[in-house]
């Protein structure tokens, strides 16, 4: 089964919905959850601005997972 994935430029866009996405960080390839509501990757919506931002990471290009 062959999937295609579309990459956005987190420094561009960054997802409009909540949820796990592929993303690539200094080299490496990691699925993170992304909190919509923070704008922040690494964090959930139910946390608290101060806590997402604590454990946010820096993301340079992400793409929607493709669903199984």
Same mark, same amino acid.
């Given at each position: 089964m062959k999937?295609? $994935?579309?990459?956005?430029n987190a420094f561009e866009e960054l997802p409009k919905e909540s949820? +796990?996405?592929l993303c690539y960080i200094d080299g490496e390839w990691i699925v993170l959850e992304y909190s919509a509501k923070h704008r922040l990757f690494n964090a959930f919506d139910h946390w608290s601005y101060e806590d997402a931002y604590k454990g946010n990471i820096k993301v340079t290009y992400w793409a929607k $997972?493709? +669903?199984m």
């Amino acid at each position: 089964m062959k999937r295609t $994935l579309n990459f956005k430029n987190a420094f561009e866009e960054l997802p409009k919905e909540s949820g +796990e996405y592929l993303c690539y960080i200094d080299g490496e390839w990691i699925v993170l959850e992304y909190s919509a509501k923070h704008r922040l990757f690494n964090a959930f919506d139910h946390w608290s601005y101060e806590d997402a931002y604590k454990g946010n990471i820096k993301v340079t290009y992400w793409a929607k $997972l493709p +669903e199984m």
